[in-house]
T-cell receptor, first 112, second 113 residues
Framework: DAGVIQSPRHEVTEMGQEVTLRCKPISGHNSLFWYRQTMMRGLELLIYFNNNVPIDDSGMPEDRFSAKMPNASFSTLKIQPSEPRDSAVYFC??????????FGPGTRLLVL | AQSVTQLDSHVSVSEGTPVLLRCNYSSSYSPSLFWYVQHPNKGLQLLLKYTSAATLVKGINGFEAEFKKSETSFHLTKPSAHMSDAAEYFCVVSDRNNNDMRFGAGTRLTVKP
């Protein structure tokens, strides 16, 4: 299995631009998680899905952030408009029901 | 509510000496506990996990951790450090469904030759 796949691996954009991060979970996993990692705040859970349905989005920092999971093999995290303080590494993780989470390699986002 | 505290932000050891990374947790029910490792510019990799079976858990790369309920601790150890062990280590506590995961702040392990 290829593991959790995230794209792009690196993204540099200007303030105000829309950013879309993509995630392909491990086949057969029915839970998907988005995390953000910063030096100041460490690892934070943003949102997670079970069977493509958002379960808990209380970690999403503000309305500029949105996440979708249109099918079992794909999810997006969108930031519109982006701001410099959104610069971070964004991780996607997936798991079978109530089992261990497996993380992707992350997307390193820099907003100038 | 649950939380986890990693007691050391940075640990430095010499190659071949033991490693101890400390973690204390707080949970209102029987938790699941994990250690993840993150090498520079890499994603998070699972080292080991505790899910209410044996209290001494063995993981990859020679690491192990012991769940001590009386001390609410889940310290990570390795008898002999290798240069390739240099990385950031995260202790994680989770609810029974492994959905509500709370990460510690991380401990950076440096291994000196």
């Amino acid at each position: 299995d290829a593991g959790v796949i995230q794209s792009p691996r690196h993204e540099v954009t200007e303030m105000g631009q829309e950013v879309t991060l993509r995630c392909k979970p491990i086949s057969g996993h029915n839970s998907l998680f988005w995390y953000r990692q910063t030096m100041m705040r460490g690892l934070e859970l943003l949102i997670y899905f079970n069977n493509n349905v958002p379960i808990d989005d209380s970690g999403m920092p503000e309305d500029r952030f949105s996440a979708k999971m249109p099918n079992a093999s794909f999810s997006t995290l969108k930031i519109q408009p982006s701001e410099p303080r959104d610069s971070a590494v964004y991780f996607c993780a997936s798991s079978p029901a109530w089992k261990t989470q497996y993380f992707g390699p992350g997307t390193r986002l820099l907003v100038l | 509510a649950q939380s986890v505290t990693q007691l050391d932000s940075h640990v430095s050891v010499s190659e071949g000496t033991p490693v101890l990374l400390r973690c204390n947790y707080s949970s209102s029910y029987s938790p699941s506990l994990f250690w993840y490792v993150q090498h520079p510019n890499k994603g998070l990799q699972l080292l080991l996990k505790y899910t209410s079976a044996a209290t001494l858990v063995k993981g990859i790369n020679g690491f192990e951790a012991e769940f001590k309920k009386s001390e609410t601790s889940f310290h990570l150890t390795k008898p002999s450090a290798h240069m390739s062990d240099a990385a950031e280590y995260f202790c994680v506590v989770s609810d029974r469904n492994n959905n509500d995961m709370r990460f510690g702040a991380g401990t950076r392990l440096t291994v000196k030759p």
